[in-house]
């Protein structure tokens, strides 16, 4: 049992729950690897998943999750309902909550929409993502694809890279990291760096070049082009050039080091093609437990150790 009703942000996680999501995780990769992908742990379960802001990622693997724990799910987008006819967040959500749902997953470009969410029903509700705010189960798959290739996350240095204060996956994955008992180090520029040069403890520095050579884990952030209305950056290859994870800053890396990138990839700004697809990358891993750690996430939040993993 997880110590949360919800997966809302990560800084609320215990170190337990957090190793109970990915050992969990880790049970399922034997489902994935079979044929027929699919046992019968959430069979009549009710899972929606309202998507108000666009996905890839996050929506196919909770999708593919979905099926293969078989629940019933359906998906709706912010464009594809009655929101677009001017229904509140509170009249959608109660809305459906009178069908008896029992989970919604919820992506939004507003920050605090899914705790929202929890004001207007008793179901348990998953934040896929929200504004600048939180993108929890992101956090777990990188913990999950990290804890992988070291066997633990105890001690390992991890820097944060790149656009530190529009990123939700910063929010998350940093206070992750650190109740895990890694070693987090952000780094950006001055105009992407957070408020509170305290923030989780984790040191700040604008030099990539400092620090690349110590790491274990350099994780590079998508540049949030979107959220920034305004200039915060000089140029695509200025900030390619100070902070873009190029080959001669990989070839500092320590032998053993790894590349993470949580996606959409800007290629040729924060990374560049070679490295994403270099052997030190496990950008294509993280999508891969994607589907593991949600798949646990849904099924320890909807009490699934009571039912049989297997068929
Ligand atoms: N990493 C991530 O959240 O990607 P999507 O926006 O494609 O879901």
């Known amino acids: 049992m997880l110590s949360v009703k919800h997966l809302i942000d990560t800084y609320s996680l215990t170190a337990d729950d957090i190793t109970q999501i990915l050992d969990t995780a880790a049970s399922f990769e034997e489902v994935n690897s079979r044929a027929i992908k699919k046992v019968p742990a959430l ?33 709706m987008g ?5 929101v677009v006819k001017g229904e509140s967040l509170a009249d959608t959500i109660q809305t459906i909550d009178a069908m008896n749902v029992d989970m919604f997953i919820c992506r939004a470009r507003l ?27 992101q956090a777990m798959l990188d913990l999950y694809t990290i804890r992988k290739n070291f066997g633990h996350l105890d001690g390992l240095k991890v820097a944060i890279v790149g656009d530190l204060a529009h990123s939700r996956v910063c929010g998350s994955l940093a206070p992750a990291l650190k109740t895990m ?5 952000l780094v950006g520029p001055p105009t992407f760096q957070v408020d509170d040069p305290d ?9 990539l ?14 540049v949030q082009l979107e959220r920034m209305e305004g200039a915060a950056i000089p140029s695509r290859r200025e900030y390619n050039r100070l902070y ?15 590349i993470c990138h949580p996606g959409p990839m800007n290629r040729g700004m924060e ?37 049989a993993v297997s068929d």
Request: net charge negative.
């Open 199 to 207: 923030w989780f403890g984790c040191p700040q520095t604008a030099s």
């Open 209 to 222: 070049d400092d620090v690349v050579e110590d790491m274990d884990v350099v994780y590079m952030l998508r």
């Open 43 to 75: 069979r009549g379960r009710t899972i929606v998943n309202l998507f108000l802001e666009p996905s890839t990622r996050t929506k196919s693997s909770f999708e593919l999750a979905e099926k293969r724990l078989s629940a019933d799910s359906l998906s």
């Open 181 to 185: 008992g890694a070693h987090v180090t």
């Open 244 to 258: 873009g994870l190029d080959m001669r800053r990989v070839g500092r890396m320590k032998d053993d080091a790894i």
């Open 271 to 307: 990374i560049n093609a070679d490295v994403a697809d270099c052997a030190r990358s496990r950008i294509l891993d993280q999508v891969n437990a994607g589907v593991l750690t949600r798949m646990a996430e849904m099924y320890l939040l909807l009490g699934g150790e009571n039912n």
């Open 78 to 82: 912010g464009s594809t309902s009655s």
């Open 111 to 137: 920050a605090g929409t899914p705790q929202k969410i929890t004001e207007n029903t008793d179901a348990i509700v998953i934040n896929a993502g929200d504004g600048k705010h939180q993108h929890p189960t």
